[in-house]
């Protein structure tokens, strides 16, 4: 649904594709010392927020599922906010079927 391959330091993305029949996953991967914090919200109410440590060489991973209907039909927006201008992090937004 939703794919950003590479991003460094904070952002985010918004989609109007979200349709609330079926469960959401929303996945970071980051790396680079230090963490992001991670938010989703689903017609303006918060539906998701999580943190990643984001280790340096490696990648460090978080993800959030969503039950059918949490995330409602439409725009949804997710927010990235890296600890370091040098954290590099991509995200994925599903809805498995």
Do not use: I, K
Request: some cysteine.
């Amino acid at each position: 649904m939703v794919w950003v391959e590479e991003w460094t330091g904070d952002g985010g993305v918004a989609s109007g594709g979200a349709w609330e029949g079926l469960p959401t996953v929303l996945t970071v991967a980051c790396e680079g010392g230090g963490s992001v914090r991670v938010t989703m919200q689903s017609q303006e109410a918060e539906v998701a927020a999580f943190s990643v440590d984001c280790p340096a060489g490696s990648a460090g991973v978080g993800s959030a599922t969503m039950a059918a209907g949490v995330v409602r039909a439409g725009s949804f927006t997710v927010g990235v906010d890296a600890s370091a201008d040098d954290v590099r992090w991509s995200l994925t937004v599903t809805q498995p079927e």
